[in-house]
């Protein structure tokens, strides 16, 4: 059973402060992660993917892989209100590009101004 | 910047009717998803649809749903009879070629969304 788990929230974070996202996923063999933003009502957006052991920044932010532990991790620095929105984790079970992305429950993040 | 479409936005309709959810994948990509999202639950993959055929799907496409390419630009959903469990938000997605990543990355970038609402 593929399963992905994100703590639902919310996460409460002052402006200006590092938001951090978590998710674990249950086959050690996954290949691909993602990270998508939702705004309540709205499609997810993709902010970043990660297939490689160690963190890959882009702007603002950060994701973080750890094959090992299955873990998977979103960083946001200089939060801003903007921000706030649900932030689901997806993941690749397999390797072909014909297959369905496995998505956690998200993550509710609100950033305090 | 392209980006996938999706017609209509809102969908009504009554139960047991059929409807057609259309999408627009972005042009030169090569997978399309079909994704559903009951209000408050999490997304859940429907099909994948790879060179004019299904390549996956899901314990939740059965019968009542098929997927077709009419022509070289849309893609669409059909639920032959809608029941009221098939209200949801519907997402298309499609995904680009291997551009110099590591086989089997494949970045999905999803559509506005259909809202699906069977009475």
């Known amino acids: 059973q593929k399963e992905v788990e994100q703590n639902s929230g919310p996460l409460s974070v002052p402006e200006g402060a590092i938001a951090s996202l978590n998710c674990t996923y249950s086959d050690r063999g996954s290949q691909s992660f993602f990270w998508y933003r939702q705004y309540s009502g709205k499609s997810p957006e993709l902010i970043m993917s990660i297939y490689s052991n160690g963190d890959k920044e882009d702007g603002r932010f950060t994701a973080q892989l750890n094959k090992a532990s299955q873990y998977v991790s979103l960083l946001i620095r200089d939060s801003q209100p903007s921000d706030s929105a649900t932030y689901l984790c997806a993941v690749l079970f397999s390797g072909g590009g014909a297959d369905g992305l496995t998505f956690g429950k998200g993550t509710h993040l609100i950033i305090q101004p | 910047e392209p980006e996938v479409t999706q017609t209509p936005s809102h969908q009504v309709t009554q139960m047991g009717q059929e409807v057609i959810l259309r999408c627009v994948p972005i042009s030169n990509h090569l997978y399309f998803y079909w994704y559903r999202q009951i209000l408050g639950q999490k997304v859940e993959f429907l099909v994948s649809?790879?060179?004019?055929?299904?390549?996956?799907k899901s314990e939740i496409f059965d019968d009542q749903f098929s997927v077709e390419r009419p022509d070289g630009s849309n893609f669409t959903l059909k639920i032959r009879s809608t029941k009221l469990e098939d209200s949801a938000m519907y997402f298309c997605?499609?995904?680009?070629?291997?551009?110099?990543?590591?086989?089997?990355?494949?970045?999905?970038?999803f559509g506005p969304g259909t809202r699906l609402t069977v009475t």
């Open positions: 649809f790879y060179n004019n055929e299904i390549s996956e």
């Open positions: 997605a499609s995904s680009e070629p291997n551009r110099g990543y590591p086989l089997g990355v494949y970045e999905q970038y």
